[in-house]
């Protein structure tokens, strides 16, 4: 027997070996997939690289979160281990990497990726396979409102939708007279938040005097702004990424357009804020109305608050040299919360059934992260987690809360 | 007419910064024949650089021409080590490294600094100014000011100095430059040098309007490459022609033609740009090339 061959054989057999090795531990847990007594191995997908790698931090919250739980003990002993991967933002790239996840890392559910466009595309997949694709991280209305197509799917944030009926109501309450412009980004998001204020406005939606969309291509958004100002319009809504709005917000002021500015909350963090204050003097800023649900971890009003306590506690032991207010943290943050908190509901007994059922009952009243008052809530009729939420008018340094908590639909 | 002038300015203020950009990929051209796909992420990562400079205190000014002297040493640098194996090689090699490159630099800049937005102090005030009914910024003005002087220091080097004379030479007849003494090989390392001084220079007026992120130049780069083409790949006073009227007419396709809107201006503006180099295959300002049969 030469050499050649015997190798050939030896390595038949490490083969056989090896393989018979690998299939015998499915065999002896014969669980749930993704489940063991000691750990629940999740999967998901967020931009960590190309355009839209700002919301990087939302990943890295959650994975955050997790990494807090486990070392409390877990959840009913069971670590949890979440195999967040980048997609950058790329729709196939991210399906590639979710069917990896599922075939061949054996994840018991995709939680909390990231992004209209893929999700759009992860969720026929997942359905198909009864997957739970859980708290998606897009304010997209579809989420909560094609379960009966999709069971396997939910959302978290508010919807855009309504988020604009709230601005749709605010504006027939106080400025019924008001002529309005819309820049929007030209997608399903911005689309969203323009059906939204359409359908809020009602018979009244000849209040829109102008629209322009701009392509996230776009360099700047100026001449857009210059477009809707010569309209005459004296209120001027925004939907648009934090990019743009800052562009939108600083040319507004540049133009010295005197309007009323409504601003999506997708982009009213500080970073935005601050920098169209610095870039286009206060009046880019002072007076903008736009809706909250989350805690500002820069705000004095929550200094003393225990749920911002945490979640600085979080940030300093497990994302060191990460920036704390970065509010997309805190946002990954509260929605690992919530997941943790349809695992607990799910119990002992662990199934991808189970937690579904638990992800549309929920009832937290207990979030430390979302601001007081807001109840993370769901029903089998009722697949939108947060529905409340709270209009706010900025100062030129701060958020001041208007009026009292508001909830869009139903 | 009020609303037409104020689209103008806007459109000469975003043409403005493809202009500047345009700039220092017509540099790159010109002195290896390439495009150099980097170009952008250099200009970015140095404005980066200027921006750590002035967090640590340095005046703006002061952190700019420090800036200037990192972004020139560094491209050098780059030239020698990155681009100098592949010098002779397909201009499809080169190419590929730049690409490379480009997804390095970009990468490099969020693992140092984040994607969240930064503000860029700007070197211009920012107040707005009013001429009739007309509002701009002189922040606007100065970025059509700079792109404007780049362009006189460039032309004043290529066209009056021997150092020049010597660049231009390498790049159009390296072999006959070779033996009249000119080393070529470095000139190509002062050409990449001087691309990104220019770049430099284009991140420090963009930051400011677009904010400071590692993809900031990624939206603006298409447009430079096309203003560029545009005004004829070779030519520096094209390549802010170029700018600035694909600047102008992208303002005016999407405020006045309904049809085209925003979702179209762009495809129409490409289209444009494909009818002209069809009359003009070497752009507008481009040498006609004369072949002898």
Request: net charge neutral; no cysteine.
């Amino acid at each position: 027997m030469s050499i050649r061959r015997f190798t050939i054989i030896a390595l038949t057999a490490i083969l056989a070996l090896a393989a018979g090795a690998v299939l015998t531990v499915p065999a002896a847990s014969q669980a749930v997939t993704g489940v063991t007594a000691t750990e629940i191995v999740i999967g998901g997908t967020h931009p960590y690289s190309g355009p839209a790698s700002a919301y990087s931090s939302i990943g890295k919250g959650a994975q955050a979160y997790f990494a807090y739980v486990n070392d409390k003990g877990g959840v009913a002993g069971r670590k949890i281990t979440y195999k967040d991967l980048d997609d950058a933002y790329n729709p196939p790239q991210s399906l590639q990497l979710v069917k990896q996840l599922v075939e061949q890392d054996k994840v018991f559910a995709i939680f909390n990726s990231l992004g209209t466009p893929v999700n759009t595309v992860l969720r026929p997949y997942l359905n198909e396979k009864q997957v739970p694709q859980l708290f998606v991280a897009t304010g997209a209305t579809t989420w909560g409102r094609d379960a009966s197509k999709f069971p396997w799917t939910i959302g978290w944030q508010p919807d855009y939708e309504a988020e604009s009926l709230i601005y749709a109501k605010n504006v027939l309450a106080h400025e019924p007279s008001a002529k309005i412009a819309v820049l929007y980004q030209n997608d399903d998001y911005g689309q969203d938040y323009l059906k939204g204020l359409q359908n809020g406005l009602g018979a009244k939606a000849s209040m829109i005097v102008k629209t322009a969309s701009y392509e996230t291509t776009d360099p700047d958004v100026k001449a857009q702004v210059a477009s809707l100002k010569a309209s005459g319009a004296d209120t001027f809504f925004i939907f648009a990424t934090p990019k743009f709005a800052t562009q939108a917000l600083v040319a507004a002021a540049q133009l010295s357009w005197k309007t009323k500015v409504y601003l999506n909350s997708v982009s009213n963090s500080q970073v935005v804020m601050k920098a169209a204050t610095t870039q286009g003097g206060p009046a880019a800023t002072t007076g903008v109305v736009s809706v909250i649900y989350l805690k500002d971890p820069t705000d004095p009003r929550y200094a003393n608050d225990s749920g911002l306590a945490l979640y600085k506690q979080i940030m300093a032991k497990y994302v060191p040299g990460g920036d704390v207010n970065d509010q997309f943290y805190l946002y990954g943050m509260g929605a690992a919360f919530t997941f943790v908190d349809a695992l607990q509901k799910a119990g002992k007994d662990l199934t991808r059934e189970k937690v579904m059922q638990a992800a549309i009952h929920l009832h937290e009243t207990d979030n430390p992260f979302v601001i007081p008052g807001v109840i993370v809530q769901t029903s089998p009729d009722d697949r939108f987690p947060i529905r409340q939420e709270q209009l706010a008018q900025y100062d030129g340094t701060r958020w001041g809360l208007i009026g009292s908590l508001m909830t869009a639909r139903r | 007419m009020q609303e037409l002038a104020q689209q103008v300015v806007s459109g000469l203020a975003t043409g403005s910064i493809f202009a500047s950009m345009a700039l220092a990929l017509v540099l790159i051209y010109r002195s290896m024949n390439v495009i150099n796909f980097a170009q952008g992420e250099m200009a970015m990562l140095s404005t980066f650089v200027a921006w750590e400079l002035n967090q640590r205190g340095l005046p703006i000014w002061a952190a700019f021409a420090l800036t200037i002297v990192i972004a020139f040493v560094g491209a050098v640098a780059l030239e020698r080590i990155v681009i100098r194996p592949v010098e002779g090689a397909a201009p499809l090699t080169i190419v590929i490294v730049t690409l490379g490159l480009f997804t390095a630099f970009n990468g490099i800049a969020g693992w140092i600094w984040g994607y969240v937005l930064k503000t860029f102090p700007s070197p211009f005030p920012t107040t707005p100014v009013r001429v009739g009914d007309v509002a701009f910024s002189l922040q606007d003005i100065g970025i059509i000011v700079v792109s404007l002087g780049t362009l006189l220091a460039i032309y004043l080097l290529f066209q009056k100095t021997k150092l020049g004379l010597a660049l231009r030479a390498s790049a159009l007849y390296p072999e006959q430059s070779r033996l009249a003494g000119i080393r070529v090989s470095w000139m190509l390392a002062l050409g990449w040098g001087l691309a990104s001084v220019v770049g430099a220079i284009s991140g420090f007026m963009v930051a400011p309007v677009v904010f400071l992120e590692p993809n900031m130049m990624q939206g603006i780069i298409v447009y430079a490459f096309a203003a560029a083409v545009l005004g004829g790949i070779e030519s520096p006073v094209g390549a802010v022609v170029g700018g600035l009227s694909l600047g102008v007419v992208l303002a005016l396709l999407g405020a006045y033609v309904d049809f085209i809107g925003t979702d179209l201006r762009l495809p129409v503006a490409f289209a444009i740009i494909v009818i002209v180099l069809m009359v003009r295959p070497a752009g507008l300002f481009g040498r006609q090339k004369a072949v002898r049969v």
